[in-house]
Nanobody
Framework: VQLQACGGGLVQPGGSLSLSCAAS????????MAWFRQVPGKEREFVAS????????NYADSVKGRFIIAKDNAKNTLYLQMSSLKPEDTAVYYC??????????????????WGQGTLVTVSS
């Protein structure tokens, strides 16, 4: 699976931003997918995940109520709608797919394929 993430950029605190992750090579309708984020010097952090049908979702406590993960299986694309952004949301955001496990898995080591990352900067 090849994943291409895009949509990052600079946004002010309290603002919104949408990320997308286009998949190719395999259809994402068969797999769980997730968003992670990473800042320099820290481990990659789980943000949100979604099951293969797109019905069941899982969020990190730090983003619950502010971020929404979704997938469009027909377009083979994963999304992350981010709102009420905070400076601490600043990170490189990665999309990933788990072809052997389940959406409730939160460790980066559980995901086999990764996008290249897109930088989100929340600053005034």
């Amino acid at each position: 699976v090849q994943l291409q993430a895009c949509g990052g950029g600079l946004v002010q605190p309290g603002g919104s931003l949408s990320l997308s992750c286009a998949a190719s090579g395999r259809t994402i309708s068969s797999y769980a997918m997730a968003w992670f984020r990473q800042v320099p010097g820290k481990e990659r952090e789980f943000v949100a995940s979604i099951n293969r049908t797109g019905v069941r979702k899982n969020y990190a406590d730090s983003v619950k109520g502010r971020f929404i993960i979704a997938k469009d299986n027909a377009k083979n694309t994963l999304y992350l709608q981010m709102s009420s952004l905070k400076p601490e949301d600043t990170a490189v955001y990665y999309c990933a797919t788990n072809i052997v496990g389940n959406f409730y898995q939160r460790s980066a080591t559980d995901y086999q394929y990764w996008g290249q990352g897109t930088l989100v900067t929340v600053s005034s």
